[in-house]
Each structure stands twice: as C-alpha cells, then as structure tokens.
C-alpha cells in the first residue's frame, strides 16, 4: 500500500483527522530559520534524541506515566490546525506541565490547511490566490495555540501537510508559497519552523526546493521502512538538515501495551528540536 493509501485509512480510523538559514551547527548545515526572529534572539534548541511516539488524541497523564519505560522519551501532540480532527480533552497548559514533569519531551504538530489537489477533503484547503496570507494567519494561530499550553519561545512547531501529488506545479507552488508564510511567521514570533510530510510527497517537495527561502529548518519525514534511525533512511541531499534537525516516521499503527495501557501509535526516530517547556 503507498504512504498516500495508508495515510488516508490512517484518516478514516482516527475519524478523519485530516534549510535554507542562518544557524551554523555541527555538520556545517546551516538552516534557514533564525534570520527571520529580526528582533528577539531565539533561545536555544531543545533538542531530544532518540524515539518518539505520535497519536491522534493526546494520552491521559496516567497513561504517560505508565507509558514513561524509557522506550520512547518523546510525543508529539496535535495543539490545533483546522484540519486536526481528534478532539483533545487531555491535552491542556497542565497536562503539558505534568508530562513534561514526569520526564517526557513534547513535539507540537499543527494540521493547517492542505494541498489544493490533495487526495480526500479538508476543512480548510490552501487557494492558490490567498497561500500566503493562509500561512501566516495559521502560523500566528500554531503559535497561539502552543504558547497557550506553556511551549515557549524557541520552541519547534511542527506543521502537518498531507501527501498530495508534487508533480501538479500549481498545487506545488501553492503549498511551497503556504509553508514559506508559515514558517516565516513561526519564525519572527521567536518559535522554530519545523515540517511533517512524506518522504514520497510533502516532505520531498520541502527538501528539494530549489529556492530554499522561508523553508522550515526541520524535517520530520514519512517513510515507513520499519528502519530506526535519521541518517541511513534519510532519503534527501545529505549535506540537508544535518546536525539535529531530523526526525523519520518509520512505523505507523502499531498497537502497543506499556504499563497496563494499550494506545495505538505510530514510531519516529528522533534528532531534532522538540517543545520548550517548564
């Protein structure tokens, strides 16, 4: 089955939840992010290394507890987005105060609007005509909405976008035009510019951009390879988002029982800038 198929039956079960800078690190990459914060400098990266976990709905903080085993030390949690589709009745300043107590680092994704020619529907769709003012109203909003829950300044927001087909240049540009609003307006409210796609899809339209201008300074790719790690299965130019600036989905759906829970959830090695908190 594709990312795309998969992705999409993803949708349905979850109930339809739809480097280019200037920071030199390790590596010599050098990412595209912090000439855009102009008047406050950006606090420096929490970076957390190793596996994490996504879910659609936020786990209680009695399931984090119990699922804090030291197989995964981060989750990723969805703060808003028109196009999030789980409700999330844990997931609040205090739960983020807790988990974040208990040991956990958190990995802030925002489900904005989506590509024009993406498979399926969304709630809010990106129009060629308005991309760039749809990217900075809803990068203005993912800032909002994390700071709401105590991430603060310098924190990494993850924008979402689905698969949808790049060779379709209209659809493309009107994406690429979106993310670089986006990521622009993440950027000068002080909060790292961070991107979630497909290695097959989104991801791979970020990475091989040519004009590398306002792009996100972190990747978290979709490649479902069952292969743990950010550095043999990363499918882009090598010399892109080097030293912690990657993160890799590589197994979805797995049903897993830690500490007398059971939760759903999908796998991500991890080597890259995650929420500040606390």
């Not at 912690?244 to 999908?266: C, P």
């Amino acid at each position: 089955m594709s990312n795309s198929a998969h992705r999409q039956s993803k949708k349905r079960r979850y109930a339809a939840w739809t480097a280019a800078g200037v920071v030199v690190v390790a590596g010599g990459v050098v990412a595209a992010q912090n000439s855009l914060a102009t008047t406050t400098t950006m606090p420096a990266a929490k970076v957390f290394t190793g596996r994490a976990f996504d879910t659609c709905t936020a786990p209680s903080l009695a399931k984090m507890k119990a699922w804090n085993t030291g197989f995964y030390g981060a989750a990723a949690v969805y703060v808003g987005g028109q196009n999030r589709g789980c409700g999330q009745p844990e997931l609040t300043a205090s739960w983020v105060k807790s988990v974040s107590a208990v040991g956990w680092k958190l990995v802030p994704l925002y489900v904005g609007a989506q590509p024009p020619c993406q498979t399926g529907s969304s709630p809010e769709v990106i129009s060629a005509s308005t991309a760039a003012s749809q990217g900075a109203t809803d990068g203005a909003d993912a800032v909002a909405k994390a700071s709401a829950l105590g991430m603060k300044q310098g924190s990494a927001l993850y924008l979402d976008m689905e698969s949808y087909d790049t060779t379709n240049t209209s659809c493309n540009d009107a994406v690429l035009t979106y993310v670089r609003a986006w990521s622009k307006t993440v950027s000068q409210k002080v909060y790292r510019s961070a991107f979630y796609g497909f290695s097959s899809s989104s991801a791979k339209a970020v990475a091989t951009a040519t004009d590398r201008t306002n792009l996100p300074g972190n990747l978290w790719y979709a490649k479902w390879d069952g292969v743990n790690s950010t550095t043999t299965a990363w499918p882009f130019d090598s010399t892109l988002y080097k030293g912690h600036h990657r993160a890799h989905q590589y197994l979805v759906n797995s049903k897993e029982t830690r500490g007398g829970y059971t939760i759903t959830v999908d796998r991500s090695a991890w080597d890259a800038p995650v929420a500040i908190t606390g």
